[in-house]
Structure formats: structure tokens, C-alpha cells
């Protein structure tokens, strides 16, 4: 049996090999021809392929399959051209979750506590401080796409954006909040209408949660059910993502050349430094401000920060995060709720992907947004990136919500797919950093933070 240890260093030793002999010949150090070239380039995708038969994990896959994409696309552009189906494939299943989830887990967490006055006044603060640093999240993302300007200036083919560039019409703010109502729900979910659908669950919610125990426990049954089954359902979509991640590369890259990876690398870059940006400027100061003794905060959630950034689901990492954050002086009865509860409403790394993306798909597509537009925009957001941080890559879900509101291309959402994975990883990990750190801020807020468990 092969080993993973031992086919990783001979695929790390065949990538050094293989990218400094192409610096040789592009330099004309040395010339040598294309086929022997091209085989040194597979070699090491080849062992890459045989350590993921090994470690046999999605994540591992995905890598793979952004590899294998782009050598695929940059080898046969023609046969890549074709492959534009898979990635569409997987889209219009990923489409399917959105109406069923939001609604599910939107339900259960607002009415899955039966007596709404003994949790209003934790609940109430823990929105609003929800409410400022996902807020907050947001427009630091903005910020940062704009300045970055990741997706500007790229040459987009004619065969890419034909009969799938929609015209931005222009709404008047009565159109917007009108909008924001649904007049049938059947037809908001048969349209994608992410806003719309949130609007009818969080008032669907707060009606299941006043209704009698007789009413309330056989719906609360029911939305727990959906929401599990709707995880499971998610996971076996995933399971198609290396081959949606693969053809949407090789579409790209077969379409577009391996420019396009400029850009691409742009957006993850301006993902990373504005997630760095929003740890100092926000997250740390709060704890700074609330005396949080931050090198115990640290190790208390390095565990499940981890589980979160290598699984890309901030669901696997709820129960370790959970028992972490009680152990460092955070009541029970405070983590139980807040915690559960900021996985609906306060996703600070996803929020702040959102903002980036959306805007970045607006860049790539050539279409110019008003800073007005941009606002909207976020304001909406703010609602639509609720209720889904534990399914993997469910902010993709929004952001084709998004897309789809502000008459936006789709195509530009492909083309992100292709590093979804390498930034789904630090957007979940940011998420989990915020709920624990949100759990603290509430039992401070409370005064029932145990400083000595945390060692302050």
C-alpha cells in the first residue's frame, strides 16, 4: 500500500522539479520539447491523485480537481470548452437547498426555545451584537474589493456572456423594500427569491414560537428534521463538487487562458488580508475592551477553529467549540443558546465573502455598480447570509441568490467555484472564532463570565 506521507514529498519534489524546468525553457536556459514539458507537468498531478485515494476526504479531492482543471483547460481548450455542463450540473443542484435550509434552520432557531421571556433578554443582546460586527464584516469586505479591484479589466470572450449578461435595470427605493415582502411564497421559492424566503421564515418563526405547545412541538419536530435532512442532502451534493470544481476550471481556463487565475488569486488574496484586517481591527479590540484574556481565548479555540478551516463546515465544529467556551468560564445555559443561535445570525467570515464576491462577479462581468447599488446590496446581504453557516459552501447558495436579485451573471460564479474551497476554509473558521467569541461578550454582557475558569 502506497503511503500518503511518502507520495506527498515525491509530489512536492516533482512540482519543484517540474516548475523549475519550465523556468529553464521560458528563459531559453534550456530548450526542450512540448511533450516532455507536458509530461513533467502530470507526474506530479498523477501522484497528487494516488495521495488523495489515500486520505479519501472531500477537501483533498477538491485540490485535486483545481489542478487537474487547470492543466486540463490550459492541454485541450477545445474538449474543456465542453465541460461548461458539470459545473451547470451542480449548480442547479446547489439551487435546490436554498428554499428548504433557509427555512428549516431559520424556524428552528427562532422558535426551538419554547418561552420566548426568559430568552428575549439574551436574545435581543446577542442580535445586536450580531447585528454591528457581521455589519461591520460586511462593509469590511466592501472596502477591501474595491480598493483591491479584483476582477477588473479581464477580457471576457463573447461566447462566455452570450444570451447571460442581464441588463441592471434601476429600482427606486420603493421597488426595493417592496421586494423585500414576498406576495406568494410558492412563487418567491420557483424564483429564487433568497430575501423573500428569509422574510417568510423569521415571520414564520416568531409565530411558531407564540402558537400553544400542542401546535409549536409538531412543527419544531418537523423544521429540526428538514433542517438534518437537508445537511445530509447537502453533503451528498458535495460529493459532486471535484467534478463541478474540475469542469468549471478547465471551462475557464480553456475559455479564458491561465489569466484568468490572476484574478482568481486576487480575490482569495484580498479574502485572506481582509479576514487578517477584521481579526485586529474588530474582533481584537472587543476583546481588549472586555479585559477576555486573549491567550487563553486563543487556545480554547484553536481545536475548533481547526476542525472548521479543514472541513470547511462550521457544523463539525459545534460540539467541541460548545464544550471549549464552557470550559473557559462561559455559563451553559449562555453557550447553549448564543452559540446555536450565531450560526444563523452571525456569520462574520461568510458576510464578509459575500460582500467581496458579490462585487467581484459585478467586476468580472463588466458592470459598473453604484456606490448606492453597493449599499443595497450589503443591506441585503445582511439578511440573506443568514441561517446556513454549517453546510459547506452554502454561501455559494447566497451568493447565486445575489447574483440572481441584482441582475447579475451567473457565469463569473463558475469561475469562483474553482477556489470556493481555499476560501470556504478561512470564511468558516472566522465564523466559528466570531460565535465563540460572541458567547464570551454575552456572559460578560450578563455578568456571568467565570473569570477564573479563563484564568484572567
Not at 231 to 250: D, E, G, Y
Amino acid at each position: 500500500m502506497l503511503h500518503p506521507k511518502r507520495l506527498l514529498n515525491a509530489f512536492f519534489i516533482s512540482l519543484t522539479l517540474a516548475v523549475i524546468v519550465h523556468l529553464a525553457d521560458h528563459f531559453t536556459v534550456l530548450e526542450l520539447p512540448g511533450w516532455l514539458l507536458l509530461i513533467l507537468r502530470w507526474i506530479p498531478l498523477i501522484i497528487y491523485f494516488l495521495y488523495a485515494i489515500t486520505k479519501r476526504k472531500l477537501t483533498t479531492w477538491i485540490f485535486v480537481s483545481m489542478l487537474a482543471g487547470v492543466e486540463f483547460g490550459h492541454d485541450l481548450p477545445m474538449v474543456a470548452k465542453e465541460l461548461n455542463l458539470v459545473s451547470q450540473i451542480f449548480i442547479h443542484l446547489v439551487k435546490t437547498i436554498i428554499a428548504p435550509l433557509i427555512f428549516a434552520t431559520l424556524v428552528t432557531g427562532i422558535a426551538g426555545h419554547a418561552n420566548l421571556k426568559q430568552v428575549g433578554r439574551m436574545g435581543w443582546k446577542s442580535l445586536v451584537y450580531f447585528e454591528v460586527v457581521s455589519t461591520i464584516a460586511l462593509f469590511i469586505g466592501l472596502a477591501a474589493i474595491n480598493l483591491s479591484g479584483a476582477g477588473m479589466g479581464v477580457v471576457v470572450p463573447p461566447e462566455m456572456t452570450k444570451g447571460t449578461l442581464p441588463e441592471v435595470h434601476s429600482q427606486s427605493w420603493q421597488d426595493v423594500i417592496l421586494h423585500v415582502f414576498p406576495e406568494n411564497i410558492a412563487k418567491s421559492i420557483a424564483e429564487g427569491q433568497v430575501l423573500q424566503i428569509v422574510v417568510f421564515s423569521i415571520l414564520f418563526g416568531i409565530a411558531l414560537a407564540m402558537v400553544k405547545e400542542q401546535y409549536r412541538s409538531p412543527m419544531l419536530r418537523f423544521t429540526e428534521s428538514l433542517t438534518a435532512v437537508m445537511f445530509k442532502f447537502t453533503n451528498i451534493i458535495m460529493l459532486f463538487a471535484p467534478f463541478a470544481v474540475f469542469s468549471a476550471l478547465a471551462y475557464s481556463v480553456g475559455h479564458m487562458g491561465l489569466n484568468v487565475l490572476v484574478n482568481l488569486f486576487e480575490l482569495l488574496a484580498t479574502l485572506y488580508v481582509a479576514l487578517l484586517v477584521f481579526i485586529f481591527v474588530v474582533l481584537l479590540p472587543i476583546m481588549l475592551v472586555l479585559k477576555i484574556p486573549v491567550k487563553k481565548f486563543i487556545k480554547a479555540i484553536a481545536e475548533p477553529a481547526t476542525i472548521a478551516f479543514a472541513t470547511t463546515s462550521s457544523e463539525s465544529a459545534l460540539p467541541r467549540a460548545m464544550e471549549n467556551m464552557e470550559q473557559f468560564g462561559v455559563p451553559r445555559k449562555i453557550v447553549s443558546f448564543v452559540m446555536p443561535t450565531g450560526y444563523s445570525f452571525n456569520l462574520d467570515g461568510t458576510t464578509l465573502y459575500l460582500a467581496m464576491a458579490s462585487i467581484f462577479v459585478a467586476n468580472m462581468a463588466g458592470i459598473h455598480l453604484s456606490f448606492e447599488t453597493q449599499i443595497v446590496m450589503m443591506l441585503t446581504l445582511m439578511l440573506t447570509s443568514k441561517g446556513v453557516a454549517a453546510v459547506p459552501r452554502a454561501s455559494l447558495v447566497i451568493l447565486l441568490g445575489t447574483a440572481a436579485s441584482f441582475g447579475l451573471p451567473v457565469w463569473p460564479i463558475f469561475i469562483i467555484l474553482g477556489i470556493d474551497e481555499l476560501m470556504d476554509m478561512a470564511r468558516t473558521a472566522i465564523n466559528v472564532i466570531g460565535n465563540c467569541l460572541a458567547t464570551v461578550v454575552v456572559a460578560k454582557w450578563e455578568g456571568e463570565f467565570d473569570n477564573e475558569k479563563a484564568g484572567s
